[in-house]
């Protein structure tokens, strides 16, 4: 039985073409540490360059899946080295004796200057994710907190004209000196390249980039990294995860169908990989009506709440829709600083709060 399971493995991965090498990913020897459980689990490692196409990793994983039997499917890429090539075909039981010794896979790197690490995510584009990034970093800061903002979303980089800086950090003794603007140390992709550069990055690239900015930039002693995610459940959210401990995800959507649907997956994700989901921010949950002062929801209603109680975790926060909000994201003046007292910088200060309360920080 586990051989034939194991001989299915192989077949499925062999109608995985790579355009580089002209054949499928297995004869390519761009698998390696293929290792299953008797329960159905797979777990292997995906050799892949900034030459090859990002989706192989998506092919593999799906040609996996759909094979009878198969529960879960583990890819872990990696670029290869000199060094890295692959070896033999052994295809291991996990708990039974393998043919040759399979390397574990590389634990995540604990920095304990950076804090709680908190990633800001979304399943789609467009819910607000940056902002509440942003607002959520500079209200920790006006508590007393010392906070750094890390922008992950390298295809997007919108954290420089949010936060109102933006110009080539310094270096010092090999490393990168963060900007700081409202209290918070910030390190962006949109620092390094030009404003009209599109960054055409294959997984690989990502993966370097994130553990360049987590080890590599002088952020001192922190006691949150707010992590701005790139919209979806792709390179950047795993590259994050397998690079260092994250203390939870918060999941932003708005009330809308569209929205909440695709902020499931985002859920899903981090709760595939061992990441604590905090909660639901909902955005642009109702606009106030500047005639009588009613809430009308422009975006549907009760989407954030519903997505909350499907997973059994917190609604953070209900975010109005607010035109300032906008225009401080456009002249880099965060809403929790232009307008403490508007409604959208309470509802973000209280987020600030939660968050802080979920890490067992005091609020101030």
């Known amino acids: 039985m586990a051989e034939s399971f194991h001989a299915r493995i192989q077949s499925a991965l062999m109608q995985v073409h790579s355009p580089r090498h002209g054949t499928d990913v297995y004869t390519a020897e761009l698998t390696r540490d293929i290792a299953t459980t008797k329960s159905g689990k797979v777990r292997l490692t995906l050799l892949l360059t900034p030459a090859d196409e990002p989706s192989l990793a998506r092919d593999v994983r799906q040609a996996l899946e759909r094979l009878e039997g198969v529960t879960e499917v583990f890819v872990t890429v990696k670029d290869p080295t000199p060094q890295g090539a692959p070896g033999g075909r052994a295809l291991p039981v996990m708990n039974e004796p393998a043919a040759r010794p399979v390397p574990q896979p590389q634990q995540p790197k604990h920095y304990p200057n950076l804090g709680r690490v908190i990633a800001v995510s979304s399943g789609k584009g467009g819910v607000g994710k940056s902002t509440v990034a942003t607002n959520l970093a500079a209200a920790l800061a006006a508590r007393g907190m010392r906070v750094g ?123 595939r990989v061992n990441v604590p989901v905090l909660g639901v921010v909902e955005n642009m949950s109702w606009l106030e009506c500047p005639h009588c002062g009613k809430p009308m929801a422009i975006f549907g209603e009760g989407g954030g709440e519903r997505l909350a109680t499907e997973c059994g975790i917190p609604l953070l926060a209900q975010i109005p829709l607010h035109p300032p909000v906008r225009q401080g994201g456009d002249t880099g003046q965060p809403i929790v600083v232009a307008d403490r007292a508007s409604s959208a910088a309470k509802a973000l200060d209280d987020l600030a709060i939660r968050i802080m309360e979920s890490a067992q920080v005091a609020a101030v």
């Open 149 to 271: 903002l890390m922008d992950a979303d390298v295809y997007g980089p919108n954290i420089p004209r949010m936060m109102g800086v933006n110009e080539p950090p310094p270096v010092i003794n090999e490393k990168i000196i963060p900007l700081e603007a409202h209290g918070v140390k910030i390190m962006s992709l949109g620092f390094l390249i030009d404003r009209d550069q599109p960054a055409i990055w294959r997984g690989p690239i990502v993966m370097k980039i994130v553990n360049q900015f987590l080890g590599d930039v002088a952020w001192g002693q922190l006691d949150f990294l707010i992590v701005d995610m790139p919209p979806g459940t792709g390179d950047a959210q795993l590259s994050l995860v397998q690079a260092t401990p994250v203390h939870g995800a918060v999941i932003v959507t708005t009330p809308q169908e569209v929205a909440v649907g695709d902020a499931l997956r985002g859920v899903k994700m981090f709760e």
